[in-house]
């Protein structure tokens, strides 16, 4: 008879209004042929794989080993007016100058010889 993995039972709260999402959760267990436990274990990994190390695009070592380094919105990355709102005059500046020296880069014959027409973007 094979060894039987230890298991460790967690239990969680929640509000009673999220009473039928959380039936919903179990029907879709279910459907997957997944135990509930089996599937919140598998979004708790994927959660923690996300997030653990915090975002694994900007440590907060660039700030300490770069103090002049500023994070902006990705180009390519939806720009919503929230997000817009939020940044200074001086933030704006500083993109655009980012944004027109890496397309500057990109559009040179070394970097691919690219036009405005070649960069991907969304509507």
Known sequence: MGRRSKHVTTSFSYPMELTPVVEQFGEIARREHKSTSELLMELVSDHVKKHGKGNPTFSLEKW???PEF???PTIGE???LIKLSKL???DFELL???VTA???EVASPAGGGMTC?????KL
């Open 88 to 90: 200074a005059d001086s």
């Open 70 to 72: 500023v994070a902006l």
């Open 96 to 98: 655009e100058k980012q």
């Open 64 to 66: 300490q080993d770069e």
């Open 102 to 104: 890496r397309f500057q």
């Open 117 to 121: 027409g070649d960069v991907p973007h």
């Open 78 to 80: 939806p720009l919503t």
